[in-house]
């Protein structure tokens, strides 16, 4: 069903994090009338900058239902940004689920976990049970099955640079990330399609192996780093030994040993598609990033 874009409403959830508020920018420079743009976030004080665009801002913390529902009253087509507290993600997506049924929505992006299907990291699992919640609610649904974030490996920086080495225990695994701009307008871009019915879109941006990560950061920053390749029970006790506990620390190797299996290598064609343009490169993200 193609909907009128003038009398259409869209909403962002988790519109004052890295995604959803590059997802509300998007849609301004899509030509969505802010006015047209609900932002869900859990503090309003937070989008005091998106509320003076127009952009209709209301409060919502995942866990309350009632409040949820109240925020995507009127809501056509939704970018249902995941929680981001592991272990009670199910739940409290099971209230924006419901609250869209309610409220009407005919569409829904979600963003959901490369090869969310069969994806051995524990993040996974809450992606697997909030997808099949989505295939049964009877909207219209778009699986954005985000590969890695530039933004994970730049975020440590500092650490890499304090050792001079990347650690990890992922061995020739590749990763198909992209900066989180390229999944944002890839996001608004699925939500604005007028294409009927659900699809599932694998994205990541063109893949590196940790040794190539090390090299180009390096490179960019004028860092002297190199990729170290530990055993999974070496890296383990290496966490541990840096203070992590031993669930947190299974956590993390588990992570490693996904990114050594290549379950989060995926094509970047899907991405390709949906942004009208290649995905950004590796040296590209990273100097805009950190260079």
């Given at each position: ?35 047209d ?39 056509d ?28 929505v ?73 900066p ?23 994205l990541?941006?063109p ?16 860092t ?28 993390v ?5 996904a ?33």
């Amino acid at each position: 069903m193609q909907l009128d874009r003038r009398m259409t409403s869209y909403a962002v959830t988790g519109a004052t994090g890295h995604l959803g508020r590059l997802a509300v920018t998007h849609l301004l420079d899509r030509g969505i009338r802010a006015a047209d743009v609900v932002a869900v976030v859990r503090d309003a004080g937070k989008a005091a900058d998106l509320a003076e665009r127009g952009v209709q801002v209301r409060a919502a913390d995942y866990d309350d239902a009632a409040a949820v529902k109240a925020a995507l009253a009127g809501v056509d087509r939704l970018l249902f940004v995941s929680g981001s507290e592991a272990g009670r993600r199910e739940a409290q997506h099971r209230n924006v689920v419901a609250a869209a049924q309610a409220g009407g929505v005919q569409r829904i992006a979600y963003t959901s976990i490369a090869r969310a299907d069969s994806n051995s990291t524990p993040l996974a699992i809450e992606h697997r049970a909030t997808e099949e919640m989505l295939r049964g609610s009877g909207i219209d649904t778009v699986l954005l099955r985000n590969s890695w974030y530039v933004e994970n490996y730049t975020a440590q920086l500092e650490q890499y640079r304090a050792t001079g080495a990347i650690v990890g225990a992922a061995g020739e695994g590749r990763v198909a990330a992209a900066p989180r701009a390229d999944y944002a307008e890839a996001a608004v871009a699925a939500l604005l399609a007028d294409v009927p019915g659900s699809a599932t879109y694998e994205l990541g941006g063109p893949a590196f192996t940790m040794s190539e990560l090390a090299a180009v950061l390096g490179d960019v920053t004028g860092t002297d780093l190199a990729y170290r390749d530990l055993s999974p029970a070496d890296f383990r006790a290496g966490l541990v030994a840096a203070g992590l506990d031993e669930g947190t620390a299974e956590f993390v190797l588990a992570l490693e040993l996904a990114t050594a299996a290549g379950e989060l290598d995926v094509p970047s064609t899907d991405l390709e598609r949906l942004l009208g343009r290649p995905a950004t490169d590796l040296r590209s993200a990273l100097t805009a990033l950190v260079g």
